[in-house]
């Protein structure tokens, strides 16, 4: 049994408060098991003084969203000295920005989508590129904000210009792929199975499909050619080290399996979900570990100056 004392980073105040809520708790239970002392901590805006006050050997991070995996908490933890799991400050912010990473991850020769970055504000009645197209807002996840133009819409979504929206000005307009949702987790350096996504009801992979109890079906492995499942396991390591990434990550890409059979890098997510529909933790099993497991794993693989 290990005695160390871990402090589970959960719920937070960005959009994805409750997924994060619902991953601390999976871990901090699991954790428990595997003999750590563990302190459940809802992060608020006071969260340096609560973990000063804490001091626990480890942090494991399970926020999601902005400030929990943009670099933001990652600085706090390196000011207080405290251990940490998944990446550090620079990946954090990189992987966060959608823009940025494509730009790291292009350098790197993983192939993206075209793209471009403007203010949702200066969208008119004209097409920003021929549809179909995807508008996504550059520092969001769980696909919050993400609307998809399909090529017989005449016009861009009145939605994104809309008071309502609230994911920020900056979005990116990115070139719609077609075919098949695919996705690869990373532990160190080593690439985990590739899982298919068939989202059950829903148009794509939204919040409910992630998160909703049958919202969609999680093939592993993927049923597709083993040279392209290899492919896609090596560009998400290739993407993991290209920008940065430490402890685990996961990349997700589109395999349009229709003529030449287009493969497409979309983006990279520096801090998985763990909650029990999560992609990550079920690629750990499919590789033999068991979830009390994997969280050591990562524990045991915390640090600063990540």
């Known amino acids: 049994m290990s005695g160390k004392h871990v402090a589970v980073l959960m719920g937070g105040f960005s959009s994805e408060r409750p997924v994060s809520l619902s991953s601390g708790a999976a871990c901090a239970d699991a954790l428990e098991a595997e003999g750590y002392r563990v302190s459940r901590v809802d992060v608020g805006r006071d969260v340096a003084a609560v973990l000063a006050d804490l001091r626990p050997d480890i ?20 000011y207080l000295e405290i251990p940490y799991t998944h990446s550090g400050v620079l990946a954090s912010a990189l992987a966060m920005d959608k823009a940025q990473a494509k730009h790291v991850a292009k350098a790197a020769g993983i192939p993206v989508a075209d793209a471009l970055i403007m203010d949702r504000r200066e969208f008119g009645n004209a097409h920003p590129m021929k549809p179909p197209y995807v508008v996504k807002p550059v520092r969001e996840g ?9 090529e017989d819409q005449s016009h861009p979504p009145q939605v994104i210009t809309s008071s309502e929206w609230r994911y920020g000005d900056r979005v990116m307009v990115e070139r719609y792929i077609a075919g098949r949702e695919l996705t690869c987790g990373v532990m160190g350096d080593v690439a985990l199975g590739v899982t298919e996504i068939i989202p059950q009801g829903h148009a794509f992979y939204d919040y409910d499909s992630k998160y909703v109890k049958g919202g969609s079906a999680h093939v592993i492995p993927a049923q597709i050619s083993p040279n392209i499942y290899q492919k896609i396991q090596s560009l998400a390591v290739k993407a993991h080290q290209a920008i940065g ?41 499919h590789a033999g570990l068991q979830f009390g497991e994997f969280l050591r794993w990562m524990v045991e693989d915390a640090s600063c100056l990540r």
């Open 142 to 150: 769980s696909s919050f904000g993400v609307v998809i133009v399909k």
């Open 245 to 285: 990434c430490r402890g685990v990550s996961r990349s997700d890409f589109r395999f349009d399996d229709r003529g030449e059979g287009e493969l497409i890098w979309l983006e990279i997510n520096t801090q998985p979900g763990m909650t029990p529909t999560s992609l990550v933790p079920e690629m750990a099993q």
């Open 59 to 78: 942090v494991f991070n399970a926020l999601h969203g902005p400030f929990g995996e943009d670099g933001t908490i990652q600085g706090i933890l390196e």
